[in-house]
T-cell receptor, first 113, second 112 residues
C-alpha cells in the first residue's frame, strides 16, 4: 500500500495570498490527484497531476487558480492562488499505482480569513 | 462526464441490524466501483471495490452488488457495530481515464 503525507496539515491564511501544499508518496505511483472536500461534503476532483506535463483540470477549476506541479513519480504540489474565504476547505492528495487501490493523504485543512 | 448519485444522505440503524446504501452512475463505460469509509477528521479509506465483470463481492460483514444494465450498485453492511458509524462514499471510474468520481456520501449512524 502507498503511504501519503501532506504538508502543511493545516494553515490559516489571509485573503489575496497563496499557499502551496506538498504531497509525498512513499513509493512511485503512476497517478496522482488533488481533491477538495468542504466540511460535511463529498470529495470533488480538482485535477489529475501528470508527471512531466501540465495537469488535467476538471470543469470549474483552472490552472491560474490551482497551479499543480509533479516533478517525479512520488511528489506533487498544489498551489491555491489569490485566496478568498470561499477557498476554505480540506485539500486531499490521492495516488494510485496502475489498477491498484487509490489511497488518500491526511488532507490539508485551509482557512482563509 | 460521469455523475454518481448516492442515497440516502443519512441512515440510522440499530446496532446488529443491516444497512444498505445505493448508488447510480451515468457513464456506461465505467467499470470500477470502489466504496470508501471516512471517519470524522480522517482520510477516506477503501473498504471494498467491485469491477464490472463481477456481480457481487463480499468481505466478511460487507458486500457490494453491481447491476451494470441498470447502472446501479449497492453497499450492504450486516450485523452493524458502533465502529461502522462514519460517512460512506461510493465512486465510479473508467480505468482508462483513471480518475474516480465520488457520490455525495451517506452518513451512517449506528444506534445502541
Amino acid at each position: 500500500s502507498a503511504v501519503i503525507s501532506q504538508k502543511p496539515s493545516r494553515d490559516i491564511c489571509q485573503r489575496g495570498t497563496s499557499l502551496t501544499i506538498q504531497c509525498q508518496v512513499d513509493s512511485q505511483v503512476t497517478m496522482m490527484f488533488w481533491y477538495r472536500q468542504q466540511p460535511g461534503q463529498s470529495l470533488t476532483l480538482i485535477a489529475t497531476a501528470n508527471q512531466g506535463s501540465e495537469a488535467t483540470y476538471e470543469s470549474g477549476f483552472v490552472i491560474d487558480k490551482f497551479p499543480i506541479s509533479r516533478p517525479n513519480l512520488t511528489f506533487s504540489t498544489l498551489t491555491v492562488s489569490n485566496m478568498s474565504p470561499e477557498d476554505s476547505s480540506i485539500y486531499l492528495c490521492s495516488a494510485r499505482q496502475g489498477q491498484e487501490t487509490q489511497y488518500f493523504g491526511p488532507g490539508t485543512r485551509l482557512l482563509v480569513l | 462526464g460521469e455523475n454518481v448519485e448516492q442515497h440516502p444522505s443519512t441512515l440510522s440503524v440499530q446496532e446488529g441490524d443491516s444497512a444498505v446504501i445505493k448508488c447510480t452512475y451515468s457513464d456506461s463505460a465505467s467499470n470500477y466501483f470502489p466504496w470508501y469509509k471516512q471517519e470524522l477528521g480522517k482520510r477516506p479509506q477503501l473498504i471494498i471495490d467491485i469491477r464490472s465483470n463481477v456481480g457481487e463481492k463480499k468481505d466478511q460483514r460487507i458486500a457490494v452488488t453491481l447491476n451494470k444494465t441498470a447502472k446501479h450498485f449497492s453497499l450492504h453492511i450486516t450485523e452493524t457495530q458502533p465502529e461502522d458509524s462514519a460517512v460512506y462514499f461510493c465512486a465510479a471510474s473508467r480505468w482508462r481515464d483513471d480518475k474516480i468520481i465520488f457520490g455525495k456520501g451517506t452518513r451512517l449512524h449506528i444506534l445502541p
